[in-house]
């Protein structure tokens, strides 16, 4: 066998810095007990760890799940709020209007006009629901506002059927301003 001279050099460079004395007696046991205890340290610290992030996780989708649940609109955008909102402002306007023109007279009229309404309403709540299912899609911001709008133009030709048959002058139902505007763009 070769003997290779930089190992040699080595050894005899390192001579008297090596640890030659015998451990304690107990030492090995000592030793394996230290190993054992540090390993059950870890493994406790790896328990809370997954702990916290199961938690952490299930706090997040309950957290997810309740906001979904307090914002019931949320699949609208702004503008579409907003266009909901003044659409809406108005046919309630238009059917108290109709209802203070109810008469003994027209009482057919104005209930027949009511039913109508709520069938269009209806209508116009499903449209809602398969928004929020779908997302927004023109094809059906085009039917909501569709919707809306038949809702506003039978309720003033309605109002103006009855002023007519009142033998009153007929004149333009009132409206909140700025709305009539809006639905002659769309």
Known sequence: MKEN??????????NGQFDEAEPAFGHEERFINRLKTSRKQKRKWLTYAAAACLFIALGGFIFKQSQ???KPQSYLTADSRQADSVFNANIDFGKELLLEKKSVNNK???DDALKQLESME???Q???EELRVNGESQQLMHALLL????????????????????NHQPRR??????????IQSI
């Not at 001279?5 to 390192?14: A, C, Q």
């Not at 139902?173 to 809006?182: F, L, R």
Request: proline share 4%; no cysteine.
């Open 5 to 14: 001279p930089d190992l040699k050099e080595l050894f005899e460079r390192l």
């Open 126 to 128: 499903k449209l809602k």
């Open 122 to 124: 209806k209508d116009y």
């Open 173 to 182: 139902s009132q409206h909140v301003p700025g709305v009539a505007e809006k």
């Open 108 to 110: 057919k009229q104005v």
């Open 147 to 166: 919707n809306l709008k038949t809702q506003i133009q039978f309720l003033e030709q309605t109002t103006q059927q009855i002023e007519q048959n009142s």
């Open 68 to 70: 979904q649940e307090q």
